[in-house]
């Protein structure tokens, strides 16, 4: 960071994501890609990374950065691991085997930026601004239950940023129009509120 901006040191095309096969792991161990990768998360405590080598064949870091070595996504991604396993495979296994991976190549990553730039501290998401681009772009696809967790972790990086409180203030807005419940409704309206004062809520300072 160089005058309160950041200098970006590397860009990863979704495609490369681990996030992906993250999701994909979660998708075959039966669960709901994309909502319920914490279970994934609470399941590798139960198993062994028995897998991970093979999960390295399709995605890794390399030279700071993530490949998708695979050359697949979606769901020709799930039929490619699921082709893959072994016959009996574990779920537990399985998610033990995506988790350890997923921390070995961001600390991987993580520190070879490290050495590269010679600063302690590296943001991983690009920061705020990475943040709130995507929490307005599920917004406006009417995902507004992920938008406004989004936009909360942003408010919490930089409690007194404007530009997070004028996404929160129409990403709010936006989620509180389709509900049907007017607890709800005045729930999610209270916090657009608020933000357009700069507050947490009507009852907080800035």
Same mark, same amino acid.
């Given at each position: 960071?160089?005058?309160?901006? +950041? $200098?970006?040191?590397?860009?990863?095309?979704?495609?490369?994501?681990? #996030?992906?096969?993250?999701?994909?792991?979660?998708?075959?161990? #039966? +669960?709901?890609?994309?909502?319920?990768?914490?279970?994934?998360?609470?399941?590798?405590?139960?198993?062994?990374?028995?897998? $991970?080598?093979?999960?390295?064949? +399709?995605?890794?870091?390399?030279?700071?950065?993530?490949?998708?070595?695979?050359?697949?996504?979606?769901?020709? %991604?799930?039929? !490619?691991?699921?082709?893959?396993?072994?016959?009996?495979?574990?779920?537990?296994?399985? /998610? =033990?085997?995506?988790? &350890?991976? +997923?921390?070995?190549?961001?600390?991987?990553?993580?520190?070879?930026?490290?050495?590269?730039?010679?600063?302690?501290?590296? =943001?991983? !998401?690009?920061?705020?601004?990475?943040?709130?681009?995507?929490?307005?772009? *599920?917004?406006?696809? #009417?995902?507004? /239950? *992920?938008?406004?967790? *989004?936009? $909360?972790?942003?408010?919490? %990086? @930089?409690?007194?940023? =404007?530009?997070?409180?004028? =996404?929160?203030?129409?990403?709010?807005? @936006?989620?509180? @129009?389709?509900?049907? &419940?007017?607890?709800?409704?005045?729930?999610?309206?209270?916090?657009?509120?608020?933000?357009?004062?700069?507050?947490?809520?009507?009852?907080?300072?800035?």
């Amino acid at each position: 960071m160089d005058n309160g901006r +950041f $200098e970006d040191l590397n860009e990863l095309r979704s495609y490369h994501s681990i #996030g992906n096969y993250y999701a994909y792991v979660t998708h075959i161990c #039966g +669960f709901k890609a994309q909502k319920h990768e914490g279970k994934i998360t609470g399941l590798a405590a139960s198993g062994e990374p028995k897998y $991970e080598t093979l999960l390295r064949e +399709f995605v890794d870091e390399e030279g700071g950065t993530l490949v998708n070595k695979g050359g697949v996504v979606f769901r020709e %991604a799930i039929r !490619a691991l699921e082709d893959r396993l072994p016959k009996g495979w574990e779920r537990e296994d399985l /998610a =033990a085997s995506i988790q &350890s991976l +997923f921390e070995d190549v961001v600390r991987r990553v993580v520190g070879h930026w490290r050495e590269e730039s010679g600063q302690s501290s590296i =943001a991983l !998401a690009g920061g705020v601004r990475t943040v709130l681009e995507r929490a307005r772009s *599920l917004s406006k696809e #009417g995902r507004h /239950a *992920l938008a406004c967790h *989004l936009v $909360e972790a942003a408010r919490h %990086a @930089a409690p007194n940023d =404007a530009s997070v409180h004028e =996404a929160r203030t129409s990403i709010y807005r @936006a989620a509180s @129009a389709p509900q049907t &419940s007017s607890m709800a409704r005045n729930i999610l309206h209270h916090a657009a509120l608020a933000s357009e004062k700069g507050q947490r809520d009507l009852a907080s300072t800035p």
